[in-house]
């Protein structure tokens, strides 16, 4: 699946037929390994919406999982509005009454119960077709969302108390607003070729601003961090952005925006020097 979830099938897949468990010492396999899939399925279970399909309500092995979560839960029980237990029966409207929730014990019964919504139909492809709804919407791979959150989880533990990103409160503010700012502190880019937007090395941006080298250009970097807040270098924003070139090595590239910068900057210190010189001058010719 995609960006939506992921499909577990407790039971095996055909494609890995000794995963199946169809006999008594498969289920007694599945018993010993219950913990390990509990654990797994468990952040799931607790943060995103979860849909139970293809086990008929009292699913000894699909109550022990929820049993685990309700042991990990502790005194909380109640209902767990984000899971629904889909029901198939072969003609629902014979049905006189239907469940709107189905309830799980817990553990040996100590704890309190947990309760699911329960979905009970005859007809399953509404309910695959919502889901293939929502599952279109961002075609991204879990893999990427997982790597995303690791990044957001580096972000705050890692670099922000090591002062590996050096933020004003404007730059904030910017970052709060501007997707394309979020993105790229995040280590992501929505544009689909990142040379388009950053199409300079640094000795190229020397040479546009009249250096012989690159040496010209570093050197207004100080004055460039100062002028935006932060470390232009440090991070990858709408300056600059580091392109991975190896196991270890990156290649600092620039934006056209990061041109404009250092000009600006050289602008006003050719003003300050012309301001500083005329006022010399006439110091000069007062005396």
């Known amino acids: ?26 289920y007694e396999r599945f018993i010993k390994k219950r913990k390990y899939i509990s654990s797994k399925i468990m952040t799931y279970f607790a943060e995103y919406p979860v849909f139970i399909m293809g086990y008929g309500l009292g699913d000894k092995n699909v109550n022990s999982i929820i049993s685990d979560l309700g042991e990990a839960l502790k005194d909380k029980g109640g209902l767990l509005d984000n899971v629904f237990y889909i ?11 239907l469940k709107e929730e189905y309830v799980v014990p817990v553990g040996d019964g100590s704890l309190p119960p947990l309760r ?3 979905i009970v139909t005859s007809d399953l492809s509404w309910v695959l077709g919502a889901l293939a709804d929502l599952a279109s919407l961002i075609p991204m791979q879990t893999q990427a969302l997982r790597q995303l959150a690791a990044r957001v989880v580096e972000l705050v533990r890692v670099d922000v108390p090591k002062n590996k990103f050096e933020f004003n409160y404007e730059h904030i503010e910017k970052i709060a607003s501007d997707k394309n700012e979020l993105a790229m502190v995040l280590g992501i880019s929505n544009v689909s070729n990142a040379n388009i937007q950053y199409p300079y090395l640094l ?3 020397g040479q546009m601003l009249g ?15 100062k002028a935006v807040g ?7 924003n709408e300056y600059h952005i580091a392109f991975k070139t190896g196991i270890n090595n990156k290649t600092n590239k ?9 000009k600006t900057i050289i602008q006003n210190n050719e ?17």
Not at 271 to 287: I, R, V, Y
Request: aromatic fraction near 8%; proline fraction near 4%.
């Open 1 to 26: 699946m995609n960006i939506m979830g992921e499909l577990y099938k407790i039971h095996g897949s055909i494609e890995d037929p000794n995963s199946l468990s169809l006999t008594t010492r498969d």
């Open 87 to 97: 029901e198939w029966v072969p003609d629902v409207l014979e049905i006189p009454t």
């Open 116 to 118: 699911l919504k329960t």
């Open 203 to 205: 000795s190229k941006v």
């Open 211 to 225: 250096f012989k080298s690159w040496h010209g250009a570093n050197k207004l970097l100080p004055e460039a961090n």
């Open 230 to 236: 932060y470390d232009i270098k440090a991070s990858d």
């Open 254 to 262: 620039f934006s056209e925006k990061f041109v404009v910068l250092l």
């Open 271 to 287: 003003e300050m020097e012309s301001s500083l010189a005329s006022l010399s001058e006439n110091e000069d010719a007062e005396t």
